[in-house]
């Protein structure tokens, strides 16, 4: 396994192929110039074995590269000394038409970033809804079509699920987390389709790890997705659905070979990019992209 790329292992596609089409993003991601692993908030991170930052950076720089090549747009927010976590902006908000509602974090050795990343919003053009409720912003809600499927269990609270729908005006459904290896939403659901198309919300799809939740979200689930990817556990396991699409192009771990299969028979591109030692933070590519909706 090769852990130095600095190029995508698969060609990005720009343009439509196999009926799926790109939608051109924009991104927030954050260099991990300060990564390191020296607390645990989750069962990936584990202080005792060394971790490598300048390979951190290089793989990090092989996603961030695989975005521009792909004609994305990515903005950088610097990264803090002593918050070896801020490399994972998508915990960092959740924005909507230009609004970010902020990140209240719920680990003390995390909570600076949520100003942080409120300040980056304000000196950005964002109009910031400050929460009083603990969340984790993109790592806990994901747009799909005109809905917010929300997670809990593990990070953000029900409250904030109620808070979230107050600032956006949006239907949120709360889905219950049950396993700690995913403890955030984006580990266990992969947005395809993140925007409407021309034939309207039913063109939005996921892809998501069944066993990762409880009993009831598992059901809402297979009832509004009936069309879903639903991944193996082995690709779960490797922070398979820790993807970003773009409609067409789905970046996801070279480590998920099955779903790598199943996402080009459904006419999408998977592009490979290893995050292996970002993963030892317990973190991967959506992690690593926050997504500025104006
Ligand atoms: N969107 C994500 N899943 N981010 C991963 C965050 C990793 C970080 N070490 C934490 O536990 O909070």
Not at 105 to 125: I, S, T, Y
Not at 128 to 143: C, K, S
Not at 204 to 225: G, K, M, V
Request: glycine content about 10%.
């Amino acid at each position: 396994m090769s852990t130095q790329n600095t190029a995508p292992a698969t060609t990005p596609v720009t343009g439509s192929a196999s009926g799926r089409t790109q939608q051109i993003r924009r991104y927030l991601m954050c260099r991990p110039e300060h990564f390191t692993v020296s607390y645990t908030i989750n069962p990936w991170m584990e202080p005792a074995n060394p971790t490598d930052t300048a390979l951190a950076v290089r793989q990090w720089q092989a996603l961030y590269d695989t975005y521009i090549a792909l004609g994305h747009e990515v903005h950088l927010i610097d990264p803090i000394e002593g918050l070896p976590d801020m490399v994972y902006t998508a915990n960092g908000g959740f924005v909507i038409d230009n609004v970010a509602y902020g990140a209240k974090f719920r680990f003390q050795e995390r909570v600076p970033e949520g100003p942080a990343f409120m300040d980056w919003f304000r000196d950005n053009g964002f109009e910031v809804a400050e929460p009083v409720e603990v969340n984790e912003g993109e790592g806990d809600f994901l747009l799909v079509g005109d809905t917010i499927l929300a997670g809990t269990g593990f990070r953000s609270t029900g409250d904030s699920h109620r808070e979230l729908g107050d600032v956006f005006g949006k239907e949120v459904v709360s889905l219950t987390l049950v396993d700690p290896r995913f403890y955030h939403l984006d580990t266990a659901i992969s947005v395809l389709d993140p925007v409407e198309g021309p034939g309207g919300v039913e063109k939005a799809n996921i892809a998501y790890l069944e066993h990762a939740f409880d009993e009831r979200s598992q059901a809402i689930l297979a009832e509004r997705y009936p069309d879903a990817i639903r991944v193996a556990d082995a690709d779960g396991a490797v922070f398979g659905l820790n993807s970003a699409s773009d409609g067409l192009n789905v970046i996801i771990s070279p480590r998920a070979t099955g779903f790598e299969a199943q996402l080009r028979e459904r006419g999408y591109n998977p592009v490979l990019v290893d995050l292996s030692e970002l993963l030892l933070g317990g973190g991967g590519i959506k992690c690593c992209t926050l997504e500025l909706r104006r």
